[in-house]
């Protein structure tokens, strides 16, 4: 059964990068897509990108310019970059495995809890 | 960019059957899930390619897309199943959610 977990910095501050990895245990995170997606307090989900164990991405345009997916298979992780934070981009930061490009999510990580705040 | 709408919150009485709409243009070409996601708890996958459940999901759990709706359908509805449900879509290559629907059970 395979697991995500989520790590990274609880607090960033504002006009930081927020750096977050996604560690798959359980399976080899070869042959899938991998998906980072987030919600903020109280609010709905919003997919930020993927990318593929080969290193292709795919990004969310509305946060394209700030976001950046990367793998590294020899770990068994893919990593988040978003930089330039504001306020808006506090939220719960889940990682989540997809079995093709436009496939479903499935499973999710427990999701981390990212604040921007000075 | 698309957008999928979805009524804020749906209320259903214990045993009955609760139906979540989730709405777009020209929704019936895509393929649609569902997820359901209880307080302080990750989302979960209880349908996807419009209508298959996963291993695990009770059979309660249905749902059908057509037109410009997708729905999602729980039969005999249980305590349980309180939850925020969302719908997700794919166009041209970024996922999209639906706003979510407050399921209450009561």
């Known amino acids: 059964q395979v697991q995500l977990q989520e790590s990274g910095p609880g607090l960033v501050k504002p006009s930081e990068t927020l750096s977050l990895t996604c560690t798959v245990s359980?399976?080899?995170?070869?042959?899938?897509?991998w998906s980072w997606i987030r919600q903020p307090p109280g609010k709905g989900l919003e997919w930020i990108g993927q990318?593929?164990?080969?290193?292709?991405?795919n990004y969310n345009p509305s946060l394209k310019s700030r976001v950046t997916i990367l793998v590294d298979t020899s770990k068994n992780q893919f990593s988040l970059k978003l930089s330039s934070v504001t306020a808006a981009d506090t939220a719960v930061y889940y990682c989540?495995?997809?079995?093709?490009?436009?496939?479903?999510?499935?499973?999710w990580g427990q999701g981390t809890l990212v604040t921007v705040s000075s | 960019s698309y957008e999928l709408t979805q009524p804020p919150s749906v209320s259903v009485s214990p045993g009955q059957t609760a139906s979540i709409t989730c709405s777009g243009a020209?929704?019936?070409?895509?393929?649609v899930c569902w997820y359901q996601q209880k307080p302080s708890q990750s989302p979960v996958l209880v349908i996807y390619q419009d209508s298959k459940r996963p291993s695990g999901i009770p059979e309660r759990f249905s749902g059908s897309n057509s037109g410009n709706t997708a729905t999602l359908t729980i039969s005999g509805t249980q305590a349980l199943d309180e939850a925020d449900y969302f719908c997700q879509a794919w166009d041209t290559s970024s996922a999209v959610f639906g706003g979510g629907t407050k399921l209450t059970v009561l």
């Open positions: 359980g399976g080899s995170i070869s042959n899938h897509y």
């Open positions: 989540a495995r997809q079995t093709c490009s436009n496939c479903w999510f499935d499973p």
């Open positions: 020209k929704l019936g070409d895509y393929y």
């Open positions: 990318i593929y164990y080969s290193g292709n991405t």
